[in-house]
């Protein structure tokens, strides 16, 4: 079935840095979202992408639809110790989403 | 608030007993989706809504797992016979339309732990 790598799994980075994350997959998807979870709760919506090539930003953040539809990054400027908590990659496979298996960060103060 | 809502937030059961699931969705919201998320994983797909009717479960692990979403509004999932295997927390999601590949805003999701 479908798949979608997603790394790094954690990483650890000092409060004011940028950070960034990729998904990548061996399949085709016309729509990627990033998601952010934090512990006992639902994962939150972030960013959605719809075109290839697509730029995306919300704030801090800044996604981009891959050129070949098969990946998909996300950056986040200057975290902020906020920022801590599991990134999702979601491509859609039909109506379905296919999630990634998250990316932990870690925001040293 | 406005959002996807679910309860219980958390739930015990005993292997074998039987559970049921609530899930609220965005009012108007066409599509509704249950998936089932293992500690340190993301979630995974088991059901699909659009109204009422259940136009995908290919998701659900076995027999004992059934959905159903009556009016078009709220959704229950069941589970039967709850075994060890089942606990997980267990996410709704809904979505504006029937687009393919539009945006899907989850609930808090409902942790089940069977003992």
């Known amino acids: 079935g479908q798949q979608l790598n997603q790394s790094p799994q954690s990483m650890f980075i000092q409060e004011g840095e940028d950070v960034s994350m990729n998904c990548t997959s061996s399949?085709?998807?016309?729509?990627w979202l990033w998601y952010k979870q934090d512990p006992g709760e639902g994962p939150v919506l972030l960013i959605a992408l719809y075109k290839a090539g697509e730029l995306t930003s919300n704030g801090r953040l800044t996604a981009q639809f891959g050129i070949t539809r098969k990946d998909s990054f996300l950056n986040i400027s200057a975290s902020i110790p906020s920022d801590v908590g599991i990134y999702f990659c979601a491509g859609d496979s039909s109506y379905k989403l296919i999630f990634g298996s998250g990316t932990r960060l870690l925001v040293r103060p | 608030g406005a959002g996807v809502s679910q309860s219980p937030r958390y739930k015990v059961a005993k292997r074998g007993q039987d559970v049921a699931l609530r899930c609220d969705p965005i009012?108007?919201?066409?599509?509704l989706f249950w998936y089932q998320q293992a500690l340190g994983q993301g979630p995974e797909f088991l059901t699909y809504?659009?109204?009422?009717?259940?136009?995908?479960k290919s998701g659900l692990p076995s027999d004992r797992f059934f959905a159903e979403r009556p009016e078009g509004s709220v959704s229950t999932l069941k589970i039967q016979r709850t075994q060890q295997e089942d606990s997980a927390v267990y996410l709704c999601a809904s979505s504006l339309t029937a687009r393919i590949g539009y945006e899907q805003y989850f609930g808090p999701g409902t942790r089940l732990t069977v003992t």
């Open positions: 399949s085709i998807f016309n729509t």
């Open positions: 809504f659009q109204n009422e009717a259940q136009l995908d």
């Open positions: 009012s108007g919201h066409v599509s």
